[in-house]
């Protein structure tokens, strides 16, 4: 069975840091693209950023270019999201999603929820 | 950017009846490998989003016959037979056909009359 679990979430002041972590299991994980999604309080959803199996290829929202960094550790079966220079409307629930062909989310996480405030 | 626009935003529905949410997108979706990469999510209240329809029209493992994805260039349409009281939530369409960005729509609120 395909589980992704979600850490790392919590109340962090403008402007600070904050690292998602995101477990994989019941799949080989290193096969897979990865995506964070995420949604903000009472809003849509909002794709972030996918990472390639070897890393070789990021992509991001233009939102996150700049500060947020999407990672993986193969061995660890886990996949990361570095955000730094924080802002309100980085409030919101992060979801981890397992990528398949068409650039589609087949598996998502029981998210994790980022609040961006003084 | 592609940008995805659903309609209705809020769809409320007689237990039984059915229903349907419109889907367009600002470009053709139709890949240069011949697939259309249009999906669509349900998201419950309290849930993560859980993917329904792949590809326009192929309903995932587990999701029940009564769901059904047609369309194709820049129209899509799920449509719903017998609405059931499970079937509240939040409906997003998505491409991956021209991304990045990947897009989503606005969301369709779907709630029981």
């Known amino acids: 069975e395909v589980q992704l679990v979600e850490s790392g979430g919590g109340l962090v002041q403008p402007g600070g840091s904050l690292r998602l972590s995101c477990a994989a299991s019941?799949?080989?994980?290193?096969?897979?693209?990865m995506g964070w999604v995420r949604q903000a309080p009472g809003r849509g959803l909002e794709w972030v950023a996918n990472i390639k199996p070897d890393e070789s290829e990021r992509y991001y929202v233009d939102s996150a270019k700049g500060r947020f960094t999407v990672s993986r550790d193969n061995a660890k079966n886990s996949l990361y999201l570095q955000m730094n220079s924080l802002r309100a409307e980085d409030t919101a629930v992060y979801y981890c999603a397992r990528v398949v062909p068409g650039a589609s989310f087949d598996y998502w996480g029981q998210g994790t929820l980022v609040t961006v405030s003084s | 950017d592609v940008v995805m626009t659903q309609s209705p935003l809020s769809l409320p529905v007689t237990l039984g009846q059915p229903a349907s949410i419109s889907c367009r997108s600002s470009q053709s979706l139709v890949y240069s490998d011949g697939n259309t990469y249009l999906n669509w999510y349900q998201q419950r209240p309290g849930q993560s989003p859980r993917r329904l329809i792949y590809?326009?029209?192929n309903r995932d493992s587990g999701v029940p016959d009564r769901f059904s994805g047609s369309g194709s260039g820049t129209d899509f349409t799920l449509k719903i037979s017998r609405v059931e009281a499970e079937d509240v939530g939040v409906y997003y369409c998505?491409?991956?056909?021209?991304?990045?960005?990947?897009?989503f729509g606005q969301g369709t609120r779907l709630e029981i009359k």
């Open positions: 590809e326009v029209s």
């Open positions: 998505m491409q991956g056909t021209h991304w990045p960005p990947i897009t």
């Open positions: 019941g799949f080989i994980f290193s096969n897979y693209w």
